[in-house]
């Protein structure tokens, strides 16, 4: 059966997408800039309708799993820890409240399905532990990333305040008012504690407890010698800059000389089970009749579980710490 295309489809096509580029000319030009100023962060956007900064610092730390202090609001530390660095702002209760209601349905629809009790459990269990933990997890490593992708940006942006004769708390409040989260609202936080009592020191020590970037050590060990010995902090900063560029770029050449194991490891893992999914569907028999089998579950779970160390081994080849 031959396919005729219509060309009047096309020129609806071409019509809806001049719409829309229409609309968002329109958009475009009324736009306030005040508006995307306030819109940056979100410190910024909570200063909109709130402009109490302390206010606003309180709403923060809460928002991250402190208290109002700035203290852990749980006692198990690792997991605050952990939430705190992840960058969620939904707050403890409601991220248990929501890994409670997940694990509940979760155990409920295998139970519906597989009408077993033990493996709807398992499952319950597997979404209200683990899954949670490797998400988090998940979300930590992408927030430093994208933090470590900001930060030399941000110390050239201190180092240009610096020379121009502004002192370290209003160059680090620059930082948070002109950069996009997560860094803008995280040197917003340093900010507002220094306005608030804290010293410079201790304020950038909380920045680090906050992310645990492995850059920001460097970054607060310089601004803390410079306060007691004193020197040139413009000079040490830029030179800091360089430095975090040069690893970047490192870690760059790493990866794009590691692609090729990385390549590797997604086709070996990925062929056996690409190749069992089409025999499957050409010959639905080859597997049927042995798929009840305990002797076959008994092969496939060693057999996963040996894929899954050589990924493991793989994974660690090709990723390293620089």
Not at 144 to 161: N, T
Not at 165 to 172: C, F, M, S
Not at 228 to 237: D, K, Q, R, V
Request: glycine letters at 8%.
């Amino acid at each position: 059966m031959s396919f005729e295309f219509d060309p009047i489809y096309l020129v609806y096509a071409f019509v809806a997408a001049s719409a829309v580029l229409f609309v968002e000319g329109i958009y475009l030009l009324c736009f306030s800039g005040d508006s995307y100023r306030h819109n940056v962060n979100r410190r910024l956007k909570l200063l909109k309708d709130e402009p109490n900064r302390e206010n606003i610092l309180l709403q923060l730390r809460r928002e991250r799993g402190l208290t109002s202090t700035g203290d852990y609001s749980i006692g198990f530390e690792s997991f605050n820890k952990l939430l705190l660095q992840s960058g969620l702002t939904i707050g403890v209760s409601k991220l248990l409240l929501i890994v409670a209601v997940g694990a509940v349905v979760a155990c409920g629809m295998v139970y519906v399905v597989r009408n077993d009790i033990v493996q709807a459990l398992m499952i319950g269990l597997f979404c209200g532990t683990i899954l949670p933990y490797l998400v988090l997890r998940f979300l930590r490593g992408r927030r430093r990333k994208a933090f470590g992708a900001q930060f030399p940006d941000a110390l050239d942006m201190i180092v240009r305040s610096l020379r121009a004769g502004h002192p370290v708390p209003i160059a680090i409040s620059m930082v948070s008012r002109e950069m996009k989260d997560p860094i803008g609202s995280e040197f917003g936080i340093v900010g507002d504690e220094i306005t608030y009592g804290a010293d410079l020191e201790s304020a950038l020590r909380n920045l680090y407890f906050r992310v645990g970037q492995d850059d920001l050590p460097l970054f607060v060990t310089a601004v803390g010698i410079q306060a007691s010995t004193g020197g040139n902090l413009g000079e040490i900063l830029e030179n800091l800059s360089k430095v975090i560029r040069e690893r970047f770029k490192m870690r760059r050449k790493v990866r794009a000389l590691a692609s090729e194991g990385r390549a590797s490891a997604l086709i070996l893992s990925s062929l056996p089970i690409l190749l069992m999914m089409v025999i499957h569907f050409v010959a639905p028999n080859f597997y049927g009749g042995v798929w009840d089998e305990d002797l076959t579950k008994k092969v496939l779970m060693a057999a996963g579980s040996w894929m899954a160390i050589g990924n493991f081994v793989m994974y660690r080849m090709v990723n390293f710490r620089i």
